[in-house]
Nanobody, 125 residues
Framework: QVRLEQSEGGLVQAEGSLRLSCTPS????????MAWFRQTPGKEREFVAA????????KYADAVEGRFTVSRDHAKNTLFLQMNSLKPEDTAVYFC??????????????????WGQGAQVTVSS
């Protein structure tokens, strides 16, 4: 069974930092795109960042560009999301995702067919 195991989120003050991680089990995604999405109550899941199978050519949502960094460590088989200069509007449940069919980074949630369990990130003002 394929699973994406996420680290816990947390509570952080505005302008603080937090790093999320996501580790697949059951298969590897070394050649596949992986991404981060987030969701708040009553809203659809929102794209945050994605990275290609090779770990290059990252894509970011405008709202996080320059503050968040997506990366992957193939040796550790882990995806990361480094979040800096956090804002209260970044408060959400964050999900990692993997596309079992594509290598290039993309923003379409419907094409990611494996998902983590979610991690609550709360940013206080």
């Amino acid at each position: 069974q394929v699973r994406l195991e996420q680290s816990e989120g947390g509570l952080v003050q505005a302008e603080g930092s937090l790093r999320l991680s996501c580790t697949p089990s059951g298969r590897t995604f070394h050649s596949n795109a992986m991404a981060w999405f987030r969701q708040t109550p009553g809203k659809e899941r929102e794209f945050v960042a994605a990275v290609s199978g090779r770990g290059d050519v990252p894509k970011y949502a405008d709202a996080v560009e320059g503050r968040f960094t997506v990366s992957r460590d193939h040796a550790k088989n882990t995806l990361f999301l480094q979040m800096n200069s956090l804002k209260p509007e970044d408060t959400a449940v964050y999900f990692c995702a993997a596309d079992g069919n594509r290598a290039y980074a993309h923003i379409l949630a419907g094409n990611y067919n494996y998902w983590g369990q979610g991690a609550q990130v709360t940013v206080s003002s």
